[in-house]
């Protein structure tokens, strides 16, 4: 989240960071929108008409691929907060180039389920896994995005651990771990539920 | 500004000086730079007050054309056979005229129906109402120099008005804007071909609010973390004065609801253009049988309402939150059960999530599932008791001041009464088989949501007034504005209760086919005199406004009204960061009022020896 240098002079009296604060309460309006959409797909899966198929293998490695970026995240936090720069550059590219081939094997996985005959229109279960699974895609991006700005800033600024710096790379770093989980609770959701 | 120096006589400014919170705000050289261009001051405003003003007028502008709007299609019900030729220059090609005798089209009219909705329902009583008092009050009587993030609260008006923009401009494509009901309920929704709203019209009407949710989400997300995070020393959860409750609830309600509204447009938008059919099966359009089966209307329903419902409260919550506050104040009285009034807002908060099927008795949702939806509608009737009751208890005995913001007051928990019991009949889901899209139920919102959230509404305006503007809206003209609106409001909504026990349908162009409503006629001339005459009244406040906020009486000291919540500890022209030296500190409850002999007992005055806390807490 870029944030303006202007709101610098609020200070606070708590121990949780507000701007942190705020991020983990749009998580919940982001739940409610997947959980929404999944309820949706719970009354409408209950109503028949409903194409039964599997999901497409790629999506078992953009699962693994998006755990292990949000490892990679969370080694470049303790190496900023630990001032090892060399290393937080690393692990912070390695997020950057896992989420983004997360988002090219979810492609891959649309492409095979296409192949398959399930495409958008065909059947309105394939349409909930295309919305779904396209709609965390684009939270993703966000993530990505943010990912990309706190690259470019480890490499123009100075590598110095003001409170500040920290805490907008944590704002990252929640981002990401939250797209992450949130991926995985849908894949286990689309895999499991019948 | 480094250093604030205090004037030693200013017993106040001292007063927050030696008890009040530092938290070191201006030692930072930030300054006020941001503020100091026309632009950066009062158009890309980071400031709560600022963007509390820009909801606040652009919540008129879209009140003036929504109320515009009814009277059109007002004088269509009224005086159906009038020639409307007078309006073609407005309305153009909307307006057909037949030997002379002009007619407003039936596609038009059920645009402004539509349009009607939805800018009253998001743009003027949710961001106009909850927007404005949010951001005014939130920082202001927590104790907060702003909010957590200036900056997402300027993108949220900034969406918000995007929203308008995009919406504006749908008024004045060729095909018209968005027909199908405020609701937006598939197929009329989802299918471009099914009316001449559907195709373009449906398409910016999507637009708009979905740039309308980010708005509430944006601004919700920061009230919220303000609430939670950056009230002043001293000031417990239990020490808020209650619009502070109310609007904090609202966000909860909006945060939680609207991402469902916008998962339901984004499955409308694949339907509409990408050829998915969640909500569509077994359609006949033009003779020709739709190709595209396998969704479900209801499914939209569902989504819809389960934004829809939370919705009427985060219209009334903040209006019930600043009559509260103003009943208080002007009766000179403790509010009665201020913990009571809280866990009524909770309640009505949490109940508000499991009614929303109450909406959909009659579009085929299983009876027995209905009873659940009956009850708990019901239910909600026990906190909407507690808190009429308890307003009422707190005007008894209180030495009451029948100023412009008291009269609204007063008039809201009337409002809320008269809507409120019919609310009871529409819970029953058997007597709604009879009541159901009549003008009972448009009598019954228009009055319990509509009326009572711009009563609220009006009564924060004139109330705060001062607070934005430093100046007073003229007291003669404010009574004239609410006696006017208390008995037209009343002379517009009261006989259509008659009509909706009748049967009359709402969203009918004409009744003049039908022998059984013919009757009715000069029942719907005399509804819509009132709302014409209404609708004057209402342009006199809006004269009133513009006139008192540059010609008001001024506002001369600090705190006109005696009242002992923080805003009124600010200078009368606060700056960025609200307080010039140290945040006020909080040692009381907001509604010390008549306490131990003295009229009253702001916030930041610390308990006296032996004195006993006048909340419960």
Known sequence: ?194 | MGHVTIDPNDKLAVMIEETGYDDHFHEHHHGDKYQSGFIGHYIFSMDHKIIARQFLITGIFWAIIGAGMSIIFRLQLGFPESDMAWLKPLLGKWITVNDGVGALSPEFYYALVTMHGTILVFFVLTAGLSGTFSNLLIPLQVGARDMASPFLNMLSYWFFFLAGVVMFYSLFISTGPFSGGWTGYPPLSALPQASTGSGTGMTLWLVSLTLFVVSVLLGGINYITTVLNLRTKGMSMWKLPLPIWAFFVTAVLGLLSFPVLASGFFMLIFDRGLGTSFFLSEIFINGQALDRVGGSPILYQHLFWFLGHPEVYIIILPAMGIVSEVLSVHARKPIFGYTAMVLSILAIGFLSFIVWAHHMFMSGVNPFLSNFFVIFTLIIAVPSAVKVFNWITTLYGGNIRFNSAMLFAIGFVSMFISGGLTGIFLGNSAIDIQMHDTYFVVAHFHIVMGIAAFFGMFSGVYHWFPKMFGRFMNEKLGRIHFWGTLVGAYAIFWPMHYLGMAGVPRRYYSFDTFDAFKHFGPMNEFITISAIIVFGLQLLFVINFFYSIFRGKKMTERNPYGANTLEWTTPIEAGHGNWPGKIPAVHRWAYDYGKDGKEFIPQYVPLAEGEVAGDAH
Request: net charge positive; with cysteine.
């Open chain 1, 1 to 194: 989240m870029e944030v303006a240098d202007i709101n610098k002079p609020l200070t606070f009296r708590n121990r949780i960071h507000p701007w942190l604060f705020a991020l983990w309460i749009s998580f919940a309006s982001i739940i409610m929108m997947f959980g929404a959409l999944m309820s949706a797909y719970i009354v409408k899966s209950a109503a028949g008409n409903w194409l039964e198929f599997g999901l497409p293998s790629q999506f078992y490695i953009s699962t693994g691929l998006i755990l292990s970026s949000s490892v990679c995240i969370h080694l470049a936090y303790k190496s900023f907060v630990g001032k090892r720069e060399s290393s937080f550059k690393a692990f912070l590219f390695a997020a950057l180039a896992l989420g983004i081939s997360f988002i090219v094997f979810q492609y891959l996985g649309y492409q095979n389920m296409f192949a398959a005959g399930v495409d958008l229109k065909a059947n309105v279960s394939g349409s909930f896994v295309y919305l779904i699974t396209g709609l965390h895609v684009l939270h993703v991006m966000g993530g990505i995005t943010a990912i990309t700005v706190a690259l470019i800033n480890a490499f123009l600024l100075p590598f110095i651990t003001t409170e500040k710096r920290k805490i907008r790379l944590k704002l990252v770093c929640h981002y990401w771990h939250f797209v992450d989980i949130l991926w995985i609770y849908l894949f286990c959701f689309l895999l499991f539920y019948k």
